[in-house]
């Protein structure tokens, strides 16, 4: 007989690196014979986001295929979650906003992305309710970003070969090392 004195540790769900395949697949939507895998992914997902730390992730990060996203603008201060299933991307400006970004799935690589500046987005959110959000700034930047994920397109995407090039190749030297430092750790 054991008894436990705390609870089991939730175990970290890990964040996929580029190039990764299924950073690149297509996901699916989120139908109502997923509810519970969903229900027991989301809270993973925020701790994996917030352990990053980063302010946006999407379940195909965590390698699950599914048309389901996670943004929270202020991560290290009073926490606003905001949790986005099955999004679609109603309505864009014309007008363009250039911003930089960084992406969990290619740690410390940035670089500016244009965009529309503001979107419309439609979704549910975690209690089913059906939703519409219009975002400007960081949050329009970081709707198309982590909607993108569901598509399979990275930040990167967006750049000339020439600049993805140089990202990737910079992305898979660090990460060389990095395994390097840590086989050596053991
Ligand atoms: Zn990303």
């Not at 139908?31 to 989301?42: G, M, Q, Y």
């Not at 519409?132 to 198309?144: F, V």
């Not at 000339?160 to 840590?182: F, T, W």
């Amino acid at each position: 007989m054991s008894t436990t004195l705390s609870p089991p540790a939730i175990t970290q769900i890990p964040i996929l690196i580029a190039p990764n395949q299924v950073l690149k697949a297509r996901a699916r939507a989120v139908e109502d014979r997923d509810a519970d895998i969903v229900r027991e992914l989301i809270p993973r997902m925020y701790a994996a986001m917030y352990a990053a730390p980063g302010i946006g992730l999407a379940a195909p990060q965590v390698g699950l295929g599914l048309r389901l996203l996670i943004i929270d603008l202020k991560p290290n201060d009073k926490h606003e979650p905001l949790t986005l299933i099955n999004p679609e991307i109603v309505a864009v400006s014309e007008d363009l906003a250039t911003r930089e970004e960084g992406c969990l799935s290619l740690p410390n690589q940035y670089a500016d992305v244009t965009r529309p500046a503001r979107v419309k987005v439609r979704y549910f959110d975690e209690t089913g309710a059906k939703k519409e959000i219009d975002g400007s700034d960081l949050l329009s930047a970081c709707l198309q970003h982590e909607i993108d994920h569901l598509e399979g397109i990275l930040f990167v995407d967006h750049l000339s070969a020439l600049k993805r090039n140089m990202i990737m190749r910079r992305l898979a030297k660090e990460q060389r090392a990095l395994q390097k430092k840590e086989s050596a750790w053991k």
